[in-house]
């Protein structure tokens, strides 16, 4: 289940925001020929339809059509008491509480004549989900579309960029009021500390990392910490990933010359693999990047991997000899990375 609060403020995010992500979206639809898009939405998996309607699934499933005029319909697995929180915290008008989520989905767009449907990033479906949809409905009409982030300039949106600051800085307050000393504390303690200040401050899910200084940081386990130690930090704010890497303890680390290191190696088209011994070549320093997809906390980047303009990255870098760790979050652009934390 999701914690913290779930909410729309349309002041924070418009409604013409939302309907001009739908509206690119229905284009793409128009030039392949498609009537509709059906995208599935879990706990789990928020992604496309946080992105396009604001709705977050607090538990449980659901599937959203989009027409490709029109507005989107939602069905979820929830009962009818949830339809005015989802109506009020999204701009989705057309909710239905679904006794089989296929069942009604393959009505609902019998009803309105597709008869050529994309199915968003079939591997995120369960599988049941796929075959009932299918059984529904004739095969021809079934074309598989490519997640949304791989089909729209996803991470150039002015809204996005501004929420996923707003999330880092809610990642620097909490680092800032938990404070720099670790000495005496277990890595729980400092995790704990850590959550809560991001917790009330508004992060809607968090995932904490911590361990000793010269070491990879890793879920708390009880471990007393020695003077320094190294945290990581994912934060979601209203559907909004970034990742910080910190080394809290002693003297404030130096990182204005590593952060202008990073921006060198990093630039578009090149290949992670040369970007990762770029750095180990320089001083040793061992670097780690990772790509958020829309709603979804960062995965890592393989080294055959590029860096593309639009592309929403972390970069860690781990510096064992000064038992140091720097990291933040970027847009890619034309011209290297710009912060976002």
């Not at 860690?316 to 990375?337: I, W």
Request: aromatic share 6%; net charge positive.
């Amino acid at each position: 289940m999701k914690r913290g609060l779930v909410e729309w403020d349309p002041t924070e995010l418009s409604r013409e925001a939302l309907a001009a992500r739908v509206a690119r979206y229905q284009a793409l639809l128009a030039e392949r020929g498609l009537d509709a898009a059906v995208f599935y939405t879990s706990v789990a998996q928020p992604v496309a339809v946080r992105y396009l309607t604001h709705f977050l699934p607090y538990w449980n499933e659901g599937v959203l059509v989009l027409p490709r005029a029109g507005e989107p319909a939602l069905f979820v697995a929830l009962s009818n008491r949830v339809v005015p929180w989802i109506k009020g915290s999204s701009t989705l008008r057309e909710v239905r509480a679904a006794r089989s989520l296929a069942g009604d989905t393959a009505r609902y767009l019998q009803e309105r004549g597709a008869a050529r449907i994309g199915l968003v990033d079939r591997g995120s479906f369960p599988y049941r989900l796929v075959e009932e949809l299918r059984a529904q409905l004739p095969a021809g009409a079934w074309v598989d579309l490519p997640p949304l982030g791989a089909t729209l300039p996803l991470g150039q949106d002015p809204d996005e960029r501004r929420l996923r600051r707003r999330a880092g800085a809610l990642a620097i307050q909490a680092l800032a009021e938990v404070g720099a000393t670790v000495a005496g504390l277990t890595d729980c303690q400092l995790a704990g500390r850590l959550e809560r200040a991001l917790r009330l401050a508004g992060a809607e899910d968090t995932l904490v990392l911590v361990g000793p200084a010269g070491q990879w940081p890793g879920l708390p386990r009880g471990a007393p910490l020695g003077e320094r130690a190294h945290v990581i930090l994912q934060v979601e704010y209203k559907g909004h990933w970034v990742q910080l890497g910190r080394t809290l303890g002693g003297p404030p680390a130096a990182n204005g010359h590593l952060a202008e290191r990073l921006r060198t190696w990093c630039v578009p088209g090149r290949r992670i693999g040369a970007i990762v011994d770029a750095a180990q070549a320089h001083d040793g320093t061992a670097v780690y990047l990772y790509r958020s997809e829309r709603g979804t906390p960062f995965t890592a980047l393989g080294a055959g991997e590029q860096l593309a303009v639009g592309n929403i990255v972390a970069v860690l870098a781990l510096h064992p000899a000064r038992r140091a760790l720097y990291g933040d979050t970027f847009a890619v652009e034309a011209d290297g990375l710009l912060a976002l934390s």
